[in-house]
């Protein structure tokens, strides 16, 4: 079983998403969890407007709460996946040598911009976008 992170800034939006989109794609070939680099949403549900173009979709994101990442986390997962490169820059700094070989950019080589403080168009748009990504990490 591969083991999968996301991870974007607050754990609010992009990650939660698409760890659900992962999961929902892998099945029981895949594990995958979803963290934030910070603690503002820790124990939170996600953000309505994300939770609602989860149901868009066809995915119920309804049952997430929020966690900051730990370095038990990094250890965990064979991958690591950030949505932007600020996120992946930060991991980076903090992971160490031997977890700096799992990271990579979710998209491969361009991010998927934070939704946060825009429209339900733009957080339709986000999911839209990390559902297609799925493909990048997990084969139908």
Not at 7 to 35: I, K
Not at 106 to 115: A, E, F, H, I, T
Request: hydrophobic share 40%; charged share 20%; with cysteine.
């Amino acid at each position: 079983m591969h083991k999968l992170l996301t991870v974007c800034l607050g754990n609010y939006c992009r990650s939660p998403f698409a760890a659900l989109a992962l999961t929902c794609r892998g099945g029981t070939e895949v594990s995958v969890r979803s963290a934030g680099l910070i603690g503002k949403w820790q124990d939170q549900p996600a953000n309505p407007s994300m939770v609602n173009a989860a149901r868009r979709l066809g995915h119920d994101l309804t049952g997430h709460r929020g966690q900051q990442i730990t370095l038990h986390m990094l250890d965990w997962a064979d991958t690591v996946l950030a949505m932007d490169t600020a996120v992946l820059g930060t991991l980076q700094a903090i992971c160490g040598e031997a977890n700096a070989v799992k990271l990579r950019l979710y998209l491969g080589d361009r991010d998927v911009s934070d939704p946060i403080g825009k429209d339900d168009a733009a957080f339709n748009d986000c999911a839209v976008l990390i559902e297609a990504g799925t493909a990048l990490h997990i084969s139908p």
